[in-house]
């Protein structure tokens, strides 16, 4: 059974950094892209951020994070991460941590999500 | 800025069928775009309905189906149930890596 279990979320001030993780297990990590998805308070699903598999680790981003977010992923421990450095209030929201089907075509798991909240 | 549309509502009767859409502002939904579809209550995490246009997520109901209908793509519920009341996300690939999501629609059934 796949599972995708995210930590490291919490409170931290404008400008401030967190780690986030995503433990995986279930299946054979280091072959799918993985991504950070995330949910403002009361709004949609946002992506923030994929990271292809397969060996290749090719990192994306979207505009709203670009040089201030970090994904990677350690393979050997099935582990992906997101470094967020300079955080803004804008930033507040659950973040998810998803799995692609195959290639870029589409999600077929999600972890059930870490806190994160910017405020002063 | 590539932007995706969907209705931010629709309204379905019990038992009856409706068809949600996800367009591209800069053009037509093609296969290549490897439409998906999410579904979500308050306060859950998504849950995968679709993807690569119409591929089933493993234990997601046959009432649910993905397709293509002119320039965008579309997710097609019949037979709705009070339970299908919730947000709907779309997400397509737009290249080099980038995925976007739709705005949501949110579905009332009654």
């Known amino acids: 059974e796949v599972q995708l279990l995210e930590s490291g979320g919490g409170s931290v001030q404008p400008g401030g950094s967190l780690r986030l993780s995503c433990a995986a297990s279930g299946f054979i990590f280091s072959s799918y892209a993985m991504s950070w998805v995330r949910q403002a308070p009361g709004k949609g699903l946002e992506w923030v951020s994929g990271?292809?598999?397969?060996?290749?680790?090719?990192?994306y981003y979207a505009d709203s994070v670009k040089g201030r977010f970090t994904i990677s992923r350690d393979n050997s421990k099935n582990t992906l991460y997101l470094q967020m450095n300079s955080l803004r209030a804008e930033d507040t929201a659950v973040y998810y941590c998803?799995?692609?089907?195959?290639?870029?075509?589409?999600?077929?798991?999600w972890g059930q999500g870490t806190l994160v909240t910017v405020s002063s | 800025q590539t932007v995706v549309t969907q209705e931010p509502s629709f309204s379905v009767s019990p038992g009856g069928t409706v068809t949600l859409t996800c367009g591209l502002s800069?053009?037509?939904?093609?296969?290549?775009?490897?439409p998906s579809w999410y579904q979500q209550t308050p306060g859950q995490a998504p849950r995968t309905l679709i993807y690569s246009t119409n591929t089933r997520s493993s234990g997601v109901p046959d009432r649910f189906s993905g397709s293509i209908l002119g320039n965008k793509a579309a997710l097609t519920i019949t037979g709705a149930q009070a339970d299908d009341e919730c947000d709907y996300y779309c997400?397509?690939?737009?290249?080099?890596?980038?995925?976007?999501f739709g705005g949501g629609t949110k579905l009332t059934v009654l």
């Open positions: 998803a799995k692609y089907y195959s290639g870029w075509y589409g999600f077929d798991h």
């Open positions: 997400v397509l690939y737009v290249g080099g890596g980038i995925v976007v």
């Open positions: 800069s053009g037509s939904v093609s296969p290549s775009n490897y």
């Open positions: 990271i292809s598999g397969g060996g290749g680790g090719s990192t």
